[in-house]
């Protein structure tokens, strides 16, 4: 993981529209993803009895439903140290290994970027 190198606007953009996306649904997570055409897509949390997604999945599974062909970044807005490893693989599934994964705490605040 690196934060060395001040994040780009529309990487930031992604980390702010993840974290309302938390905060207005009041769950764990909130996700968002940027695809090859600027496109963004942004998901919470899916606790359901019959259905239980995190953030990141859902907003890959709403990019590839939308038609998306790959990612150009993703971000998720957690208390956890690292995104999971099935969000990782979601993401370099249709990112390719080596999309940015941006990790945000619950504030917002830009923690690591690790590639998918």
Same mark, same amino acid.
């Given at each position: 993981?690196?934060?060395?190198?001040?994040?780009?606007?529309?990487?930031?953009?992604?980390?702010?529209?993840?974290?309302?996306?938390?905060?207005?649904?009041?769950?764990?997570?909130?996700?968002?993803?940027?695809?090859?055409?600027?496109?963004?897509?942004?998901?919470?949390?899916?606790?359901?009895?019959?259905?239980?997604?995190?953030?990141?999945?859902?907003?890959?599974?709403?990019?590839?439903?939308?038609?998306?062909?790959?990612?150009?970044?993703?971000?998720?807005?957690? =208390?956890?140290?690292?995104?999971?490893?099935?969000?990782?693989?979601?993401?370099?599934?249709?990112?390719?290994?080596?999309?940015?994964?941006?990790?945000? =705490?619950?504030?917002?605040?830009?923690?690591?970027?690790?590639?998918?």
């Amino acid at each position: 993981m690196s934060e060395a190198a001040p994040l780009d606007p529309e990487d930031s953009k992604i980390i702010t529209l993840a974290r309302a996306a938390r905060a207005r649904n009041g769950v764990p997570e909130g996700a968002a993803v940027r695809d090859e055409t600027g496109r963004t897509y942004v998901a919470a949390t899916v606790a359901l009895d019959s259905l239980r997604l995190s953030a990141l999945r859902t907003a890959v599974a709403m990019a590839v439903a939308s038609g998306a062909k790959s990612l150009e970044a993703a971000a998720v807005v957690t =208390g956890a140290e690292q995104p999971a490893a099935e969000d990782l693989a979601a993401v370099r599934d249709l990112g390719g290994p080596g999309t940015p994964v941006l990790l945000a =705490g619950p504030d917002g605040t830009w923690r690591a970027t690790t590639p998918a």
